[in-house]
């Protein structure tokens, strides 16, 4: 089973992932929590640290992913369930170097590496920030950057068997509602 959770930012996405996750485990399998942001500034450190409280004795097992998704194939038991937070993080290390360079290419290898990790997993759940809706222009990287991410989620959304967009702590199915259905305790 593949979940795709797309949603605005501070919007519950990242909880209702948590706990979607967690109710698709086993006994005899791991959890994993694919954290991928490297965090550049007090408020990202800030959230990373309400990400690690909310979920601590939850059963998940933090895998540094920051690059090179395809590593964690390597690095875990693929028959647990891995919930990647998220796909916006990882976009952006792969694309924006630390030397300042800008790898414009960068959204083809996430795209096909994710997909990849999604065909080599039994579980998961992807986490994405559907940012790239507002009529407003951004500078060009920002752009490129947008439209990369939307092109990396439109692919991920067809490996997936569910599809949930996350809006103001609402959550609408586009894909896969019976799935959902299954699951209704993760709404409670």
Known sequence: MKVFISGGN????SMFAQRLSKSMTSPDAPLYYLATMIPADDEDKARVSRHQKERAGWGFETV????????????????????LDSVTALLS???FMPD??????????VTEDLSEFL???AKAVVVSDFIYSDAYHYDQFTEMYRRALAYIDKHIAKHCSVVIE???????????????????????
Do not use: P, Y
Request: glycine letters at 8%.
């Open 10 to 13: 501070k919007c519950g996405k």
């Open 64 to 83: 540094e992913a920051c690059r090179d998704i395809l590593t964690v194939v390597d690095r875990c038991d693929t028959r647990g369930v891995f919930l």
């Open 93 to 95: 290390n792969e694309m």
């Open 100 to 109: 300042g360079h800008i790898d414009a290419s960068a959204f083809r290898r």
């Open 119 to 121: 065909t080599k997993v």
């Open 166 to 188: 996350a809006c103001c702590g609402v959550i609408i199915t586009h894909k896969g509602s019976n799935f959902l259905k299954d699951h209704q305790h993760v709404f409670d």
